[in-house]
Nanobody, 121 residues
Framework: QVQLVESGGGLVQAGTSLRLSCAAS????????MGWYRQAPGKQRELVAA???????NYADSVKGRFTISRDNAKNTVYLQMNSLKPEDTAVYYC???????????????WGQGTQVTVSS
């Protein structure tokens, strides 16, 4: 069984920063891409940023230049550094990872439980 646990959310003022962390644990053989998604009230879940195992990154246009995704493969952990936060960044942030639990298995997507980020103006 695989678990993804996020931490680091909270209530902050516009213009400040937060750092989210997501640690994967359990029966893990390998992890390929990891990413962060967010869902605001009344909106669909959207990709915020993603990173491959070798460090190639991809960002939503709305966060480019403000957010940075990184990962520590030894710790099976992905981070999201969020700077210059705006009220429109308010959402529940979810961690996602493609996990293979055995040598000949396929990569299966797993999700964290979500962490709330609220940015006040």
């Amino acid at each position: 069984q695989v678990q993804l646990v996020e931490s680091g959310g909270g209530l902050v003022q516009a213009g400040t920063s937060l750092r989210l962390s997501c640690a994967a644990s359990g029966s893990i053989f390998s992890i390929n891409a990891m990413g962060w998604y967010r869902q605001a009230p009344g909106k669909q879940r959207e990709l915020v940023a993603a990173i491959t195992k070798v460090g190639t990154t991809n960002y939503a246009d709305s966060v480019k230049g403000r957010f940075t995704i990184s990962r520590d493969n030894a710790k099976n952990t992905v981070y999201l550094q969020m700077n210059s936060l705006k009220p429109e960044d308010t959402a529940v942030y979810y961690c996602n990872a493609g996990v293979r639990v055995e040598y000949r298995g396929s990569y299966v997507p797993y999700w964290g439980q979500g962490t709330q980020v609220t940015v006040s103006s």
